[in-house]
C-alpha cells in the first residue's frame, strides 16, 4: 500500500495550492481517505475526508470554506485544493487512509510521506 503526496511549497498569505496523493494498494469501497496536517511543535490534525460511501465531505473548522477536498477512483487519487492560504496554515500535509467511517478517526491505518506547505504574511 502507498499514498504518495505531491504539490506543496511556498505561497503568499492569500494564495491557493493544490495538493495531490496517488493510491496504490488499496480499495476506495474499503477505506476513508482524507488529509491531516501538523504543524512544528503541534500535534497532527484532521483536516479533512471523503466519505467512502456517498462522497461526502467533512471539514475541520479551521479550513471549511477554504479547502476543498475531491477525488476520482479511476485515477486512484485525491486531492486537497487550498485556498485563501494562512500563515496558520503552515505545516507538513499528509494523505492518510482509515478503514473506520469516523471524521476524525480514531486510528489511521496508512499515511503517506507527506509534503511541506508553508505559506509566509
Known amino acids: 500500500v502507498q499514498l504518495v503526496e505531491s504539490g506543496g511549497g511556498s505561497v503568499h498569505t492569500g494564495g491557493s495550492l493544490k495538493l495531490s496523493c496517488v493510491v496504490s494498494g488499496l480499495s476506495f469501497d474499503d477505506y476513508t481517505l482524507g488529509w491531516f496536517r501538523q504543524a512544528p511543535g503541534k500535534e497532527r490534525e484532521a483536516i479533512s475526508c471523503?466519505?467512502?460511501?456517498?462522497?461526502?465531505?467533512y471539514y475541520a473548522e479551521s479550513v471549511k470554506g477554504r479547502f476543498t477536498i475531491s477525488r476520482d477512483r479511476a485515477k486512484n487519487s485525491l486531492w486537497l485544493q487550498m485556498s485563501n492560504l494562512k500563515p496558520e496554515d503552515t505545516a507538513v500535509y499528509y494523505c492518510?487512509?482509515?478503514?473506520?467511517?469516523?471524521?476524525?478517526?480514531?486510528?489511521?491505518?496508512?499515511w503517506g510521506q507527506g509534503t511541506q506547505v508553508t505559506v509566509s504574511s
Open positions: 471523503i466519505s467512502r460511501s456517498d462522497g461526502k465531505t
Open positions: 492518510a487512509a482509515w478503514t473506520s467511517v469516523w471524521f476524525p478517526p480514531s486510528a489511521v491505518d496508512k
